[in-house]
């Protein structure tokens, strides 16, 4: 079972700027909810309900947007406007958020290093808030949490890209394993390799389940590509051990890392209210 979701938050959102200069890049919103509430509430829909966030200088907001804010909610309590907290208020009951913050931004594994003192040694799963997913019948995690399930090991998720984007993403090659048409194995994995160098299309998108032996091999990972840690190259551990499993999720991916991915998740969640 997987109970714990790591979020790593500490990035400075250079995209963003200036919008993400006092307001972490975690925080901006799809219509009224911020990205990171679209990964907590896809983390609870796979039955994991303790949140482990890994923060930054500056990243106060999210704490506060996980607690109650008892002026505002006694300024709007009885009128109109208080269903408008029903959701998170509700969010806020099911879970437990704890927060430890990373100094230096050495790169998502770094970040994710960070989080092995909330994590310890259970199974967890890593959501990036700027890959927001979506799935009419089941979240992506709640999917990826049924792949761990049947194969204990780590497992990430992908979908394929156009080929001349692979150098936004980590990429993979593997095989299909028992049958099915989404399910890899995966034998080698590139940290945003230039086309001509990317053994596929298979694109890593921001969701992971873990195992916790990749803590280890974090501690042990030497910088990568743009001299940061990379989680993709501690995977490749695994993965040479045969316990990686790729799996193409169902559903939609929008990029809210970036501007273009932003806005087309804006204009598609307003179409679909
Ligand atoms: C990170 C990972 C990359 C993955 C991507 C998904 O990159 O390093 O392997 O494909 O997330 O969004 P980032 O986008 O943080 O640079």
Redesign the pocket.
Known sequence: MIKKCLFPAA?YGTRFLPATKATPKEMLPILTKPLIQYGVEEAVEADIHTMAIITGRGKRAIEDHFDISYELEHQIKGGSKEQLLNEIRGLIKQCTFSYTRQIEMK???HAILTGETLIGKEAFAVV?A??LCYCEEEGVLAQMVEVYEKYQCSVIAIQEVPEDQTY????IDGKLVDGTDNTYRVAN?V??PEPEEAPSNL????RYILTPDIFDILRETKPG?GGEI???DALLSQAKEGRVIAYKFKGKRF?C?SVDGFVEATNWFYDKM
């Open positions: 990035g790169g998502l594994g990036l700027d890959d936004k993403y980590g990429v994995m940290e945003k694109a890593i998108i921001g590509k990379q989680i993709t990029d890392g």
